[in-house]
């Protein structure tokens, strides 16, 4: 491991296909196919199974397959669509549509799908950063982690990593040191048991359960693989529009259509997290099918100064500080005859004034976590 402890394990361009959507233990999913087609398989919602009952808290319980089907139409027919976590959001951005499988070539979601772990249980008020006035002697990303509100928050990940982190709060860890014992990417063998597995696969499944994705059977030559293309494409298309929304916005104030559903926490600062997480992931491109390559490049323009603000505490601090993909950006568009105008740099800080409303006081310990977590993704080696 590097001394930033940001070694990540790359995806070798012989391994198994299997790792395009989770590098960790085999699941145990996979089925022989006779003709090597894709083959359907009814994937039913919270490990429930194919039978009228289930266990919950120790009891069983009966229920009807036919209540959970009507639920999903009645979702349909209402125009409404499920909330999803920011590791969902940036997997869906991930995913090919119709393959439902990621990219054989993107090893850096793993990782970065840990980090957005933390990011969401911080924007949930469930950890912080230790109120600590000496913390300020120390480099943002080693600061300690607690938790404040061990509540569950109903979404399996979340609560796993809730409990381990519970766990060990007698000696507290650093951020960057959580992120690397999640993702596996640790040479500690006694924190080995943090590691956190087929999370995109668990991602995936979540999704399968909340109508977003299905679950398919497809033949790659030597094996089958489980894959999970959209079957709702208008959860995934919100998401691409809020998106393009943020990182095309021309006026300081920030587009509606960029922001969460209305009731969400912290909207903005969700808004922020989800393109600097799809951006470290690998995935961005992927919202930016329909613009123009001028457009695109303006487009991760922004996201790079968005990150510069974002990815240092307190949020704002680091202006005029750019990483060298930002650099390498701003020298292309120069050459295109573009320097990006004044409205780009006046979005962001309308971007930034709207965060700062949400934050809870002038030390908001949860979004300092969050900086934490942005700092680190902004040194992985795609963005260098």
Not at 48 to 64: E, M, W
Not at 347 to 355: H, I, K, T
Request: proline share 3%; net charge neutral.
């Amino acid at each position: 491991m590097t001394s930033t402890g940001l070694s990540r394990r790359r995806i070798p361009t012989h391994a198994s296909s299997s790792a395009a959507l989770d590098d960790d233990d085999n699941d145990g999913s996979r089925a022989p196919s006779a003709n090597g087609s894709t083959t359907h398989v009814n994937a039913p919602a919270s490990g429930l199974g194919n039978g009228g009952a289930a266990f919950q808290g120790g009891s069983k319980i009966a229920y009807d397959p036919r209540d959970l089907d009507r639920d999903n139409e009645e979702i349909r027919a209402g125009g409404k669509m499920p909330r999803l976590t920011l590791m969902e959001e940036v997997l869906l951005l991930g995913l090919k549509d119709k393959q439902g499988y990621l990219s054989f070539w993107n090893d850096n979601i793993s990782y970065a799908l840990r980090g957005c772990i933390l990011i969401e249980l911080a924007l949930r008020r469930r950890i912080a950063v230790v109120k600590d006035p000496n913390r300020r002697r120390i480099p943002l990303t080693e600061r300690l982690v607690e938790v404040i509100d061990d509540r569950q928050t109903g979404e399996t990940i979340l609560d796993e990593t809730l409990r381990m982190m519970k766990g060990q709060q007698e000696e507290k860890l650093g951020i960057n040191s959580w992120i690397d014992l999640l993702s596996g990417e640790t040479w500690n063998v006694m924190k080995i048991g943090f590691q956190l597995k087929q999370v995109r696969e668990r991602l995936a499944k979540g999704l399968v359960d909340k109508g977003v994705l299905r679950t398919e059977k497809r033949n790659f030559l030597l094996f089958d693989m489980a894959t999970h293309p959209v079957a709702d494409v208008r959860t995934k298309d919100s998401i691409i529009a809020r998106v393009v929304h943020l990182l095309t916005a021309t006026t300081s104030s920030v587009p509606p259509a960029a922001l969460d559903k209305e009731g969400t926490q912290c909207r903005a600062m969700r808004a922020v997290c989800l393109v600097c997480a799809a951006y470290a992931a690998s995935v961005l491109d992927n919202a930016f099918g329909r613009l123009t390559y001028e457009d695109r490049e303006a487009a991760f323009q922004r996201c790079d100064e968005i990150l510069a603000e974002f990815a240092c505490w307190p949020f704002g601090s680091g202006a005029g500080a750019s990483t060298p993909g930002a650099r390498r950006r701003e020298a292309s568009r120069i050459g295109l005859g573009s320097t990006g105008g004044v409205s780009g740099r006046e979005a962001v800080l309308g971007l930034l004034q709207e965060v700062k409303k949400e934050m809870v006081g002038e030390e908001d310990l949860g979004f300092e976590l969050v900086a934490g977590v942005l700092e680190v993704l902004s040194k992985l080696d795609s963005l260098l």
